[in-house]
């Protein structure tokens, strides 16, 4: 009998140190109130998680349970009081996309604390993305843009495997084609319609007319207003005419309405000096070099602004009274957090209704756009990833005979205009410098189901 009270008066004064050592001071072990948060990044990966303890002083281990459901009734045999050392649990036994449950409990010696509040968390999986080549996938013409100095070696491998569409990412344009009056450059856009001749690519060309493009000395023209218009028909109808039958479809204009001031119209050189038709001559004119080929309009902002989209309908309506217009590009330039599917869907509808081709012409996803992260993480790789998949769902969704294409604006992520232009670090595209796949890719994919 004596032997069993001296137990329990020891049992008894271990429960009363365990209790007095919860509220005790830093000198003797504060362990958890039931506090562990993880970091912002809530999501576990492959390589584990870092849970982020508070109010915890000395502990020698923690105790961990994993369980698929909130309240701990069916614990992970492995994981049922895990002791592990540091505040990193290694989760490789468990399934990517799976959605579990963990608590803790913090450890000295005898004391063990009271267990912590619960975290649920989807494990993101970093294992390898599927590898499905784009184009096999899709039932639509897939885009990517290219340079005439990069189509060989990995670069051409991926548009080979990946793409049947290509557009000049900047080298069929009136800077580069017309650098100075009479003279005509034509040597990188003939080694672009040769990679796409000989490997049966649809060669999308961009753009005849765009302020942003517009060489310096037709910026600055020295003639007269109807010599100025004159020289822009010249250079439309040589341009079409060189690539006829080879060059299935032109956005005749890039850009035109205005951004934000209220004139419908953007006041570059070319209405300046030709009028508010300038637009209407140019269709007419590209038009007649090549019958066959798609004159797409194409502009940016065309989901976000919906006074931009009425302009851009707008513009449209006009062409299609005389036949000049065959498609509308929207360049999709966007981020993870927008536009909305709602306005991407207002884009597509307004252009079908239209009966006119769509061309989702120059999609990149920023996943940085508030430059708050400095390298991409999990669960921003996801974000981006489900953006890519609903557009492309809405994309996917679009009537066979006004779909054109789904054009990609650059294959890996240190080649996209979007790091200079906005001058800070980003991941806007499918493929990470070294050419693998990333979670944009496997989103693109997903949106093909
Ligand atoms: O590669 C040459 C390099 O060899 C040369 O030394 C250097 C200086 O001349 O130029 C380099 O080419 C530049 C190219 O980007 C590659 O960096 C061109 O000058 C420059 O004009 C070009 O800018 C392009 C821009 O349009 C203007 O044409 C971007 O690549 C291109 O991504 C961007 O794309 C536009 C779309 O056409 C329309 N929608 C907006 C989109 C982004 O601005």
């Known amino acids: 009998m004596k032997k069993i009270k001296i137990k329990q008066a020891l049992v008894l004064i271990c429960i009363s140190l365990f209790a007095l050592s919860c509220s005790k001071s830093d000198d003797e072990v504060e362990v958890i109130a039931g506090v562990p948060t993880a970091y912002s990044a809530v999501n576990l990966t492959d390589s584990g998680f870092t849970a982020n303890w508070t109010r915890v002083y000395r502990a020698d281990k923690y105790l961990v349970d994993v369980s698929t459901t909130a309240d701990f009734s069916t614990l992970i045999p492995s994981y049922n009081e895990l002791a592990v050392n540091a505040l990193t649990l290694d989760i490789s036994g468990l399934n990517a996309g799976a959605t579990y449950y963990y608590r803790v409990r913090a450890v000295r010696g005898a004391l063990i604390s009271v267990y912590s509040n619960v975290i649920a968390t989807e494990i993101i999986s970093t294992g390898p993305e599927p590898t499905t080549a784009l184009k096999e996938a899709a039932n639509f013409k897939v885009g990517m843009i290219v340079r005439s100095t990069a189509l060989t070696g990995q670069t051409s491998d991926i548009i080979l495997r990946e793409f049947d569409n290509i557009t000049s990412e900047y080298e069929m344009k009136m800077d580069k084609m017309y650098p100075s009056k009479g003279t005509y450059d034509f040597t990188a856009v003939d080694k672009i319609v040769k990679y796409a001749t000989d490997n049966k690519l649809n060669l999308h060309g961009h753009a005849l007319i765009w302020h942003n493009a517009t060489p310096d000395w037709v910026k600055n023209f020295t003639g007269t207003d109807a010599e100025f218009e004159i020289m822009v028909k010249e250079y439309i109808t040589t341009v079409v005419t060189r690539y006829k039958g080879k060059v299935k479809s032109w956005d005749v204009v890039n850009e035109a309405v205005d951004d934000g001031s209220g004139n419908p119209l953007r006041n570059s050189v070319f209405k300046q000096k030709m009028g508010d038709d300038y637009i209407k001559k140019c269709y007419q004119w590209a038009r007649a070099a090549d019958p066959d080929c798609k004159l797409f309009y194409n502009d940016y902002n065309f989901a976000s602004s919906t006074t931009k989209r009425a302009a851009i309908f707008k513009i449209a309506d006009a062409l299609k009274v005389d ?127």
């Open 323 to 449: 036949n000049l217009i065959d498609g509308l590009g929207a360049q999709m330039h966007i981020s993870y957090k927008g536009p909305a599917a709602s306005e991407i869907q207002a884009v597509v509808d307004g252009t079908v209704s239209r009966k006119l081709l769509m061309h989702f012409s120059e999609l990149d996803i920023q996943a940085n756009p508030d430059n708050d992260l400095k390298v991409l993480t999990p669960e921003r790789a996801i974000l981006q990833k489900n953006k890519y998949k609903e557009v492309v769902k809405i994309f996917n969704s679009i009537p066979t005979a006004n779909q054109y294409a789904l054009t990609v604006w650059g294959m890996r992520d240190s080649e996209s205009w979007l790091l200079d232009f906005w001058g800070h670090i980003d991941w806007p595209l499918m493929y990470n410098n070294d050419y693998s796949v990333k979670k944009a890719h496997t989103g693109f994919l997903e949106g093909l189901k």
